[in-house]
């Protein structure tokens, strides 16, 4: 990319044609994009889709006001275009002023606020703006000549001087809230059945294993990337396009509720984001596509039982997450690997030479400790079945019971963890194969497939 600062007409060369007028279904939709525009001016949708990872096409919609650009997403791009602390800040206050008003104008009226500890609610950071709810509720008093009267004056607040900086300047701001678009209001649809999933090679199908004694699977959705299944759901990128897709349910039925992201992790019913330049980590709000941020940045996040744990991109220690948005527990040093059953975290050292179990603190201000747990390993896999690893060689499958290694076959290509069994995809991914710890066998249920995931269902109804 190049750096520097241009004159006004080599700005326009640099971005190409010029947008027309914002073309959003509302007045504040619109303010948002020319606010966007504006933030955006001399830089080409190409290299705004390679400095952020979001496609040109998408950032063409933000840019028009066909879209809503998320809240984290415009944050960072305020923060990323405005070197200048004291502007950076006001900008940002406005940017969260016009997203909340497009989302507000999206969204229609409102719907009833959930009651006190509602289940599945995550607590906001403080921002400088009033409660939704009650934002809308005035707006509905204003004529459309008014409403559209306090957007422009937001927009010319906003539009302070910033200079010609290149966009991969600036500093970074924390995310003040959740980032939501006009989406419909889905929600990931509980899982049953047997909880095992796999993508086909080449991406072509998600499938889901009807179980033991069937010997098929079916299929749920016609192409995947990646996937992740928990108490949550199940979830999975390349749907359509790169953002995270929930599944409904149903075979077919997949619903977009987040941006790209550099890794997820589902620790109960919370699905977390690590944003795609690492620098923060945000918790799904449940529905639509909102999010909160809840800290950062990382380098991997690791979910389960125990709760969220996230890697510290410049050491390596390990953090886990409090509950609360910017609030995390220090656990421990650096480690080779991390895995967490439905009950425990345990970590490789660095050498590879000894796994240690975390003894969770029973109070807050109780001291972390690591006790021994089992000698070398490779690399580490966890669920509720407990704890597996590879050997040194990475050659060979462990099972983790009476404080020692037992072998139990070979490692193959993807080790996952279910509920009481293990499921391995071989090492030249044509087979599925099932241990089931009761018998200490291994039966071939599937295969080929790119990659697997599992989770223990929840019951049907």
């Keep these: 990319m190049t750096g520097g600062t241009t004159d006004g007409a080599g700005s326009a060369g640099r971005a190409g044609r010029r947008q027309g007028?914002?073309?959003?279904?509302?007045?504040?939709?619109?303010?948002?994009?020319?606010?966007?525009?504006?933030?955006?001016?001399?830089?080409?949708?190409?290299?705004?889709?390679?400095?952020?990872?979001?496609?040109?096409?998408?950032?063409?919609?933000?840019?028009?006001?066909?879209?809503?650009?998320?809240?984290?997403?415009?944050?960072?791009?305020?923060?990323?275009?405005?070197?200048?602390?004291?502007?950076?800040?006001?900008?940002?206050?406005?940017?969260?002023?016009?997203?909340?008003?497009?989302v507000d104008a999206a969204a229609g009226p409102p719907e009833p606020a959930p009651g006190p500890g509602a289940p599945g609610t995550v607590p906001s950071p403080p921002t400088d703006r009033a409660p939704r709810r009650r934002r809308h509720r005035l707006a509905v008093g204003l004529t459309v000549t008014a409403a559209v009267a306090v957007v422009v004056l937001?927009?010319?607040?906003?539009?302070?001087?910033?200079?010609?900086?290149?966009?991969?300047?600036?500093?970074?701001?924390?995310?003040?809230?959740?980032?939501?678009?006009?989406?419909?209001?889905?929600?990931?649809?509980?899982?049953?059945?047997?909880?095992?999933?796999?993508?086909?090679?080449?991406g072509d199908g998600v499938l889901q294993w009807d179980g033991p004694g069937a010997g098929d699977w079916t299929r749920i959705g016609d192409t995947a990337k990646r996937l992740w299944a928990g108490p949550?759901?199940?979830?999975?990128?390349?749907?359509?396009?790169?953002?995270?897709?929930?599944?409904?349910?149903?075979?077919?039925?997949?619903?977009q509720v987040g941006e790209p992201g550099a890794d997820f992790a589902i620790s109960g019913t919370r699905v977390y984001r690590l944003?795609?330049?690492?620098?923060?980590?945000?918790?799904?709000?449940?529905?639509?596509?909102?999010?909160?941020?809840?800290?950062?940045?990382?380098?991997?996040?690791?979910?389960?039982?125990?709760?969220?744990?996230?890697?510290?991109?410049?050491?390596?220690?390990?953090?886990?997450?409090?509950?609360?948005?910017?609030?995390?527990?220090?656990?421990?040093?650096?480690?080779?690997?991390?895995?967490?059953?439905?009950?425990?975290?345990?970590?490789?050292?660095?050498?590879?030479?000894?796994?240690?179990?975390?003894?969770?603190?029973?109070?807050?201000?109780?001291?972390?400790?690591?006790?021994?747990?089992?000698g070398p390993a490779g690399a580490l896999f966890a669920g509720a079945a407990g704890l597996f690893s590879t050997d040194p060689t990475g050659t060979r499958l462990r099972h983790y019971a009476k404080n020692a290694w037992h072998d139990i076959g070979p490692a193959g290509a993807e080790v996952r963890v279910a509920g009481r069994e293990v499921f391995v995809l071989t090492d030249d991914r044509t087979s599925v194969r099932r241990w089931d710890p009761r018998t200490d066998t291994w039966a071939r249920v599937g295969g080929p497939a790119g990659t697997l995931a599992v989770t223990v269902p929840r019951a049907g109804p």
Excluded: C
């Design 154 to 202: 937001l927009l010319l607040v906003a539009l302070l001087p910033s200079g010609d900086e290149d966009i991969s300047a600036g500093g970074e701001l924390p995310s003040g809230g959740a980032s939501q678009d006009a989406s419909p209001p889905v929600r990931a649809a509980p899982l049953t059945g047997t909880g095992v999933f796999a993508i086909g090679p080449d």
């Design 275 to 374: 944003a795609p330049d690492r620098g923060s980590v945000h918790v799904w709000d449940g529905r639509g596509t909102s999010w909160t941020w809840v800290g950062g940045p990382a380098s991997r996040l690791y979910g389960g039982g125990p709760g969220l744990f996230a890697t510290n991109p410049k050491d390596g220690r390990i953090f886990k997450y409090a509950g609360r948005p910017g609030e995390w527990e220090f656990v421990g040093t650096a480690g080779a690997d991390f895995a967490l059953t439905d009950r425990h975290l345990y970590g490789l050292t660095p050498d590879r030479a000894m796994v240690t179990r975390w003894l969770a603190p029973e109070t807050r201000d109780a001291d972390e400790k690591w006790t021994w747990a089992a």
């Design 21 to 102: 007028a914002p073309r959003g279904r509302t007045e504040q939709a619109n303010a948002l994009a020319s606010f966007v525009l504006e933030v955006t001016d001399g830089v080409t949708l190409r290299e705004l889709a390679e400095r952020y990872h979001v496609g040109k096409t998408m950032w063409g919609e933000y840019r028009s006001g066909q879209k809503l650009v998320p809240l984290d997403l415009l944050e960072r791009l305020v923060a990323d275009r405005t070197p200048d602390e004291a502007t950076r800040v006001s900008r940002t206050r406005t940017a969260r002023r016009l997203h909340a008003a497009a």
């Design 232 to 255: 949550a759901g199940l979830f999975a990128t390349g749907v359509r396009g790169d953002g995270l897709f929930a599944y409904g349910g149903s075979p077919g039925r997949w619903h």
